[in-house]
């Protein structure tokens, strides 16, 4: 069996094994409001894929209507996202309340998202999926370790400023900076690659967006994120997020089987991402048994 599915296996028989209360009522504990060091997720269960926890939001990125230059607007028409209701289904009408982009999912194998093709999900994308990212705040950057793809994020904070727009050599993860404001930790990013999507809807960028992150450690074990996409060429004003949270794990939360903690090593291997494409999104896009 590959890596891709026996990942997927071993995920579930680590989800079961694991304590389900994990987001259950604490005692109320002191905290710094500035040491986000630590493993942070918004997970239903802690990890695993699946859904977000009750007050973490959803993988979207917002529920307000973003406005569309012509220019962006065509972007967002040429994305084909398989996440969100499906187009042209009764559910889909049932939701007028929600933008287009929830509601025009179509299967894999129609699509045209490239995270399939393990193409890297880029900033705010990674944020919202609901797996662990592990925080390392060191003296001069701060060290995002996403879970899912197995990808590693440097946030500067030594005083740098962030590149001339547009850059040489765009990043699948952009050119990012911090400092703090209050107890608000702030980064700002650009330098973005353009094939990244916002969220898993679809909502494209272009090579102008310049992403704002305001990171507010709110108690001992909750995390909150509003983020804003700046990007006049797409969006004809700032577009904000809804808030997004995240829950602390404790250290040895996540496990092997054999006991080894830690972040899984869930990366993305195009040989065996290629297999589990034919063997199960193309054959379930395309009604195949």
């Known amino acids: 069996m590959s890596n891709r599915l026996t990942s997927l296996v071993a995920g579930v028989a680590i989800m079961v094994a694991a304590s389900t209360t994990v987001w259950s009522a604490a005692p109320k504990q002191t905290f710094n409001p500035k040491e986000l060091s630590g493993i942070w997720s918004r997970?239903?269960?802690?990890?695993?894929?699946?859904?977000?926890?009750?007050?973490?939001g959803d993988r979207g990125y917002s529920m307000s209507f973003p406005e569309f230059t012509p220019e962006?607007?065509?972007?967002?028409?040429?994305?084909?996202?398989?996440?969100?209701?499906?187009?042209?289904?009764?559910?889909?009408?049932?939701?007028?309340?929600?933008?287009?982009?929830?509601?025009?999912?179509?299967?894999?194998?129609?699509?045209?998202?490239?995270?399939?093709?393990?193409?890297p999900m880029g900033v705010s994308r990674g944020l919202l999926y609901p797996d662990p990212i592990e925080f390392h705040l060191l003296n001069d950057r701060l060290i995002q370790h996403v879970e899912w793809r197995d990808s590693i994020r440097t946030i500067w904070m030594d005083g740098r400023k962030l590149p001339t727009l547009p850059v040489d050599l765009p990043r699948w993860w952009g050119y990012s900076v911090a400092h703090w404001e209050g107890d608000t930790l702030v980064v700002e990013s650009n330098g973005h690659d353009e094939r990244t999507w916002i969220d898993y809807f679809g909502y494209p960028h272009s090579d102008e967006l310049k992403l704002t992150e305001r990171y507010r450690r709110i108690n001992a074990d909750t995390l909150e994120l509003v983020m804003v996409v700046n990007d006049p060429k797409f969006y004809k004003k700032p577009w904000a997020s809804d808030v997004k949270r995240f829950k602390l794990l404790p250290k040895d939360f996540i496990k092997t089987p054999e006991g080894w903690a830690g972040l899984l090593e869930d990366i993305c291997a195009p040989s065996e991402e290629l297999e589990f494409n034919r063997l199960i999104r193309d054959p379930a896009g395309l009604g195949h048994n």
């Open 43 to 56: 997970n239903a269960t802690g990890f695993g894929g699946g859904g977000t926890c009750k007050e973490c």
């Open 72 to 119: 962006g607007q065509a972007a967002f028409d040429k994305n084909i996202p398989s996440y969100g209701r499906a187009l042209g289904s009764a559910d889909a009408a049932a939701h007028p309340e929600e933008h287009i982009g929830r509601r025009r999912s179509q299967p894999p194998a129609l699509g045209n998202d490239l995270y399939g093709t393990c193409h």
